[in-house]
C-alpha cells in the first residue's frame, strides 16, 4: 500500500500563512493525481485543491487567489501553500492520492488518505 503523512498544521492567527505538506512512501508506486481537502466540524469533507502528475492544478472557488498547490517528484511530496488565512479555513485537512502500484507481477491501482493535520485559524 502507498501510505501518506500531512504535515505543516497549527494555530495561526487570521491573515497569516501556512504551508502543509503530503509526502507519499510505499514501494514501486507512480501517483497520478494529488488532493487536498478539508473537514470542517459538523460538515462534509470538501475538496481544497488538486494536482495532476502533469502539472493541472483545480481549486475550490473559496481558495482561488490564496492557495497553491505544487509538488516535488524527487521528494514525493506534495504541498499546499495557504495564505490569508481566514476562520472559516479552520479544520482538518487530509491528503488524497491515486495512481498505479506494482505489486505480484502487476500494477494494481491504489486510493490512499492521510490521517489529517489540523488548521485552527484565530479570529
Known amino acids: 500500500q502507498v501510505q501518506l503523512v500531512e504535515s505543516g498544521g497549527g494555530l495561526v492567527e487570521a491573515g497569516g500563512s501556512l504551508r502543509l505538506a503530503c509526502v507519499a512512501s510505499g514501494t514501486s508506486f507512480e501517483v497520478s493525481q494529488t488532493g487536498w481537502y478539508r473537514q470542517a466540524p459538523g460538515k462534509q469533507r470538501e475538496l481544497v485543491a488538486s494536482?495532476?502528475?502533469?502539472?493541472?492544478?483545480t481549486y475550490a472557488d473559496f481558495v482561488k487567489g490564496r492557495f497553491a498547490i505544487s509538488r516535488d517528484n524527487s521528494k514525493s511530496t506534495v504541498y499546499l501553500q495557504m495564505n490569508n488565512l481566514d476562520h472559516e479555513d479552520t479544520g482538518v485537512y487530509h491528503c488524497?492520492?491515486?495512481?498505479?502500484?506494482?505489486?505480484?507481477?502487476?500494477?494494481?491501482?491504489?486510493?490512499?488518505w492521510g490521517r489529517g493535520t489540523q488548521i485552527t485559524v484565530s479570529s
Open positions: 488524497n492520492a491515486d495512481g498505479l502500484q506494482y505489486r505480484r507481477g502487476q500494477f494494481i491501482p491504489f486510493n490512499s
Open positions: 494536482i495532476h502528475k502533469g502539472g493541472m492544478t
